[in-house]
């Protein structure tokens, strides 16, 4: 008898099933507007690998009788729309993809028991790990690729001998770590706001377009932030001009996949600023990525609500419901 699912594998499963599903779209629309033929071969590379995962996780879902996600389909996707996006900003979301990626793939795996699970993660790793090098590489030898800024540090190592380390009123030089979360939420903040300003511009929606711009200027908001902060410490901020979006007011996907991926992306932007206050050992910015963090949340909550009043917000799968079985049984 085949050993059943535990609760971490149909999760885990699950949510890749739904997650390469909405890449597999997307994908297919930047093959039809991609110029550049070295982009164009990453973002097949990312097609390959989300469409290997799709049908892996489907697979195994069906197995095991597990109820499949909607998801998303042809009708999400015009991919006759005109280019709404630069070649640059498309390779930019497929770094973050592969950055993404690598973290969840990795999660994935440790936390499978099964052995055809666990080897089906860990060749998505692989898998993913190069994309990711494949697509840094590429933004390098385009001269798009934006790098963290080089720093002189001390060349001794010091023990903290004083609370003062940790003061966010008496603020002492940002350690490499520090700059490191700092440079990257700086990067993913970026995307977002190029992201919500496309779908601000081409979705029919209202209520939609309100929720874009909104997500736009909290992300613009962000990056100030934490450029100012670059700023006092005499560091460049990351900056890249090559990546924007065009004028093009039609759609290439439908309202029901931009919130979807706005809700990853909250997801994963939430998670990083959680990583980094725990990491940061300033003080000063510790309170500043929980307060933001408030943000991101009340943010994901108006995402969330829209989707369930248009009705697009699916349930994972769910530990059954004993008491409305007790309840049915009493009446």
Same mark, same amino acid.
């Given at each position: 008898m085949p050993q059943r699912l535990t609760a971490n594998e149909i999760g885990?499963?699950?949510?890749?099933?739904?997650?390469?599903?909405?890449?597999? /779209?997307?994908?297919?629309?930047?093959?039809?507007?991609?110029?550049?033929?070295?982009?164009?071969?990453? $973002?097949?590379?990312?097609?390959?690998?989300?469409?290997?995962?799709?049908?892996?996780?489907?697979?195994?879902?069906?197995?095991?009788? $597990?109820?499949?996600?909607?998801?998303?389909?042809?009708?999400?996707?015009?991919?006759?729309?005109?280019?709404?996006?630069?070649?640059?900003?498309?390779?930019?979301?497929?770094?973050?993809?592969?950055?993404?990626?690598?973290?969840?793939?990795?999660?994935?795996?440790?936390?499978?028991?099964?052995?055809?699970? /666990?080897?089906?993660?860990?060749?998505?790793? /692989?898998?993913?790990?190069?994309?990711?090098?494949?697509?840094?590489?590429?933004?390098?030898s385009k001269g798009w690729f934006i790098s963290p800024p080089q720093i002189e540090i001390e060349k001794e190592t010091e023990l903290v001998r004083s609370k003062r380390y940790l003061s966010p009123i008496q603020k002492r030089t940002l350690n490499t770590i520090e700059i490191t979360h700092l440079f990257e939420n700086v990067k993913n903040n970026a995307l977002g706001e190029l992201l919500c300003t496309g779908f601000a511009q081409t979705t029919q929606s209202k209520k939609i377009q309100q929720f874009m711009l909104k997500g736009r200027n909290i992300s613009n908001k962000h990056i100030r932030l934490f450029t100012k902060i670059f700023n006092e410490a005499n560091l460049h901020p990351p900056m890249g001009s090559e990546s924007f979006v065009t004028q093009s007011i039609t759609a290439p996907f439908s309202d029901k996949l931009i919130l979807a991926l706005i809700s990853v992306l909250t997801s994963t932007g939430h998670g990083n600023y959680s990583t980094a206050s725990s990491a940061s050992l300033r003080y000063d910015l510790v309170l500043l990525y929980q307060k933001l963090s408030i943000e991101i949340g009340l943010f994901a909550k108006d995402g969330m609500d829209l989707m369930i009043k248009h009705n697009w917000l699916e349930e994972p799968p769910q530990l059954i419901n004993r008491s409305k079985i007790f309840n049915l049984r009493q009446e």
């Open positions: 885990n499963l699950w949510t890749q099933n739904f997650q390469a599903g909405m890449s597999i /779209r997307i994908l297919l629309y930047f093959l039809e507007t991609v110029e550049d033929e070295e982009v164009k071969a990453r $973002i097949q590379q990312a097609y390959n690998i989300s469409i290997m995962i799709h049908e892996q996780t489907h697979l195994l879902l069906e197995t095991n009788d $597990i109820p499949l996600p909607i998801g998303f389909s042809e009708r999400d996707v015009d991919l006759k729309a005109p280019k709404l996006f630069s070649d640059p900003l498309m390779l930019n979301f497929i770094e973050n993809m592969g950055k993404a990626g690598v973290l969840a793939h990795s999660l994935s795996l440790a936390s499978c028991s099964s052995q055809e699970i /666990r080897s089906l993660f860990t060749a998505v790793l /692989r898998g993913t790990t190069e994309l990711f090098n494949a697509t840094v590489e590429t933004a390098f």
